[in-house]
């Protein structure tokens, strides 16, 4: 006697759902939109991990960033992630994608069929706060997209640091308030001041407040932060959430220069709509060079693109004859505040 | 060019005054000539180079980059020269002195221009393509006046803004004669033809300050409602500058043809058809036209109404008392009929004269001027010896509709405001004001608009239409661009009307009525 072993489909393995990217034999989805019983989380960003699901399985440091956002009952159940682990009728792993503290890209391999990368959000420039991507080999290569087209080349970190600082120097007596999304960029941006040699106090919004204290605690010296909540802040570089920009809390501030650090301020249109002063390009996310090299890398059978600019993406892949769909999954923002 | 394209960039996202002369300041005492002249007259619209087509730009694209992700790539970055700029395939940046990239746009001839910007975009780092680019295609927007680099120059050495002025319009980039005098060397000799001599300007007053004076020291005309200007005609040389020395003379050829004497007189540029003067609006038409139509120079004619002279017949006036300058104004002929003399007001008292200004005989005067008859032409405002009394401005009593944020010392706080008038049972948006409030009130505003919020977009928040803000005004002209109608000159908040329920702000009817 003997079994006859049906290979699935790889869109039986994983395909959208209006809650999110869902696997039939593992029946669990990951980086759902809404509460779902069995949730694996990519990062910690708002839009991916979400409270109120049955069961979430991350890394453990997402896993705390969750507590930490939503309190220790954001979910039901929770699982540290650590090396291979069966769920239902595949087996998964989680993989770092450099770009947050705790991120991970999650690899799913069925008992029969293709096995799947799900990148989540990525990004290949070295980054102090998050542990360097690690490349998956696989036969299915899920990307975003968010900067997919060829405009979109991240500079160098330190060279937007050196804007910032020259612009410090030129306007000695003007705050300078940076918007920084207050989970990975605000850390990022502060290790980055320091790197340019800032080693004073960099004031902080209350909103980052736990945020870099839970940073700290996993190791990454931050240097000294003063409450930039005070009436007198006593700091030159001070960030916040870009939220922040719009509330009364910047009245406080004399005359300050507004900047705003995303890898979108690489182009003019987007920074002018925002109204700051001093973009400052500085992305966690894959910029055009970073997530075409990565697919040539892997050479994954077929790329599915989650979320972002994906016609730049598509036609490249078309143009190199690698198989490409996008999901148009719903619900992720650009690069979110 | 690093610094320059880093100036270009910092300028295009700075919105204070101040702080683009500091930048543009830092950067001209940081370059070395001749780029930092080039870079003066790239940002004041004085370079004049070879103009690069959008059509050669696309070109050279294509040829390196899959045709579909180009155009999915500019309809993404909105710009030509932005989206090139980032698409350009190098590794090099290479820091290309400005005046190489000004050579090769000036002398390059038409067949090598493709080959020597793809050249030059091959060294270049991003941001320096943009500012390359930018030059290639004569498209810079950064909004920096010539007055402004004039006054950025001032703040370097010792000479001032005036002096500065007196000599502009006889030098060519790259200003290294200007640079060298700034830097404690010669002045530099006035080389042009009809150059631009500093405008005397006067200080505000009213009723109560002028009883401090004897009316018999003072003559008064009346303030047209056009443009200052001085017009010149310098051994055949003719040119007409505003006030702020920029040359207006391409807008104006019909008055220029018309500058039939020997001298450079003061006076207000004026649409006027036979004795009757038009509305400022008849002559904003004619503005900022490098070309005017056969058409609107019939239908809107310039002409001059000469105030002063300041040189004449080959003599320097301008040190003369007033009333001797006056003598020769009355007697001067200008061979023309689109040019005449601003008449002097009969008065004798200074109640005399407010009766006058209440009661203008044209709806184009926008109050009374008042000057010392003893006063030297002296460029610049100094106080006292001109005086300016304006008429009262109109008021309207509108419904505040939407609130942006702020820049700068405003940061944060609500302080653009738009305003609407009724029309039956809506409020249309007739103007935006964004000051005549005192920082308390500010505070007020802000508080205001946070607290009746209807909806978001972006930084523009939409009010709850329940606060009458009284708008003051200097004029008003129809206008095809706004809603309703009619565009406001000067509009400003001169009191917040907490006290007035919104259904009795005004009507739209009665500011239409109120078109001139």
């Known amino acids: ?63 705390e960033i969750m507590a930490i956002r939503y309190g220790a009952d954001f979910a039901g159940q929770r699982q540290a992630a650590d090396g291979p682990v069966r769920v239902g009728g595949t087996t998964v ?52 997209a968010t900067f997919g087209l060829p405009v979109f080349k991240h500079p160098d970190p330190a060279g937007e640091m050196t804007r910032l600082l020259a612009s410090m120097a030129e306007f000695p007596e003007r705050q300078h308030l940076i918007g920084a999304y207050a989970l990975g960029k605000a850390q990022r941006l502060i290790m980055l001041a320091r790197q340019a040699g800032i080693d004073g106090p960099i004031a902080i919004h209350g909103a980052l407040q736990r945020l870099c204290d839970y940073h700290v605690e996993q190791g990454i010296d931050l240097g000294p932060l003063v409450p930039a909540t005070a009436k007198q802040v006593d700091a030159q570089l001070v960030i916040a959430p870009p939220s922040a920009f719009a509330s009364a809390w910047v009245q406080r501030f004399r005359d300050p220069v507004i900047g705003f650090a995303s890898g979108w301020m690489a182009v003019r249109a987007r920074a002018r709509q925002r109204g700051v002063e001093l973009p400052l390009v500085i992305s966690d996310h894959v910029d055009w060079p970073q997530v075409t090299r990565t697919i040539t890398e892997l050479a994954p059978r077929e790329v599915w693109i989650t979320h972002g600019t994906e016609d730049g993406l598509l036609r490249w892949c078309e143009l190199q004859g690698i198989p490409a769909r996008p999901l148009r999954l719903v619900g992720y923002e650009d690069e979110p505040e | 060019m690093r610094a320059f394209a ?24 940081a370059t070395p000539d001749p780029d930092r002249g080039y870079a003066l007259a790239a940002l004041t619209g004085d370079l004049k180079l070879r103009t690069v087509t959008p059509g050669l730009l696309r070109g050279l694209m294509v040829e390196r980059v899959d045709e579909q992700l180009f155009a999915l790539s500019y309809d993404f970055v909105g710009d030509l020269a932005e989206t090139i700029a980032l698409l350009w395939d190098t590794d090099r940046d290479e820091d290309v002195p400005l005046h190489q990239a000004v050579a090769l746009l000036s002398e390059t001839g038409k067949a090598g221009l493709p080959a ?127 006030r702020t020395g920029e040359d207006i003379s391409a807008s104006f050829p019909d008055l220029i043809e018309a500058l039939n004497f020997d001298g450079a007189v003061d006076g207000e540029l004026l649409v006027r058809r036979g004795e009757d003067v038009a509305v400022f609006g008849d002559l904003q038409k004619r503005l900022g036209r490098k070309q005017v139509g056969r058409g609107m120079l019939d239908s809107h004619p310039a002409s001059l109404r000469v105030y002063d002279l300041m040189i004449w017949g080959g003599r320097d006036l301008r040190d003369l008392p007033l009333t001797d300058r006056r003598a020769a104004l009355e007697a001067a002929d200008f061979g023309s009929d689109r040019i005449d003399v601003s008449p002097l007001l009969d008065f004798a008292t200074w109640d005399d004269l407010a009766a006058l200004r209440a009661d203008p005989p044209a709806p184009v005067i926008e109050g009374v001027m008042i000057k010392r008859r003893d006063s030297a032409y002296v460029g610049g405002r100094p106080r006292g010896p001109w005086f300016k009394w304006k008429r009262d401005p109109h008021v309207v009593d509108a419904v505040l509709l939407y609130a942006q944020r702020g820049h700068g010392k405003r940061s944060g706080f609500y302080s653009d405001f738009t305003f609407g008038l009724w029309e039956a049972d809506q409020l249309v948006p007739v103007g935006k004001a964004y000051f005549g409030f005192t920082d308390e009130e500010l505070r007020e505003l802000d508080r205001f608009v946070r607290n009746n919020t209807v909806e978001r977009f972006g930084p523009v928040r939409s009010i709850a239409p329940k606060l009458v803000l009284e708008v003051a005004f200097e004029g008003l002209n129809a206008s095809g661009r706004h809603k309703a109608g009619v565009a406001m000159r000067f509009p400003r908040i001169s009191r917040i009307r907490w006290d007035k329920p919104a259904s009795e702000a005004d009507h739209l009817s009665t500011l239409k009525a109120m078109i001139p």
């Open chain 2, 116 to 242: 020597a910007i793809a050249g030059m975009l091959d060294r270049l780092g991003p941001s320096q393509r943009l500012a390359f680019l930018k030059l290639a295609t004569g498209n810079m927007r950064i909004g920096l006046s010539a007055r402004m680099a004039r006054i950025a120059l001032a703040e370097m050495g010792a000479p001032d803004v005036a002096q500065i002025e007196e000599i502009w319009h006889g030098l060519t980039p790259p200003y290294q004669p200007l640079f060298d005098w700034i830097a404690g060397g010669a002045r530099p000799e006035q080389a042009a033809r009809a150059p631009f001599r500093p405008v005397m300007l006067s200080t505000p007053v009213d009723l109560d300050q002028l009883r401090a004076f004897d009316p018999a020291d003072y003559v008064a005309e009346w303030k047209w409602d056009g443009i200052r200007v001085q017009a010149i005609n310098d051994g055949g040389v003719r040119r007409l500058y505003s």
């Open chain 1, 93 to 144: 792993s989680f993989h770092p994608a450099g770009h947050i503290l705790g991120s991970a890209q999650i690899a799913v391999q069925p008992d029969h069929g293709p096995k799947i990368v799900v990148s989540g959000d990525y990004c290949r420039h070295p980054n102090p706060v998050s542990e360097p991507y690690e490349p998956v080999p696989c036969d299915i290569f899920v990307t975003e």
């Open chain 1, 1 to 63: 006697m003997f079994t006859i072993l049906v290979s699935m489909r790889a869109d039986q393995i994983l395909h959208p759902t209006p809650a999110g990217l869902y696997c039939p034999p593992g029946d669990f989805f990951i980086d759902p939109v809404r509460p779902v019983p069995r949730a694996l989380i990519t990062h910690g960003h708002g839009d991916h991990a979400r409270s109120g699901h049955g069961a979430v399985m991350a890394t453990r440091q997402t896993l």
């Open chain 2, 6 to 29: 880093t100036l270009l960039e910092r300028l295009a996202f700075t919105p204070a005054r101040n702080a683009k002369l500091r930048l543009l300041r830092h950067y001209l005492e």
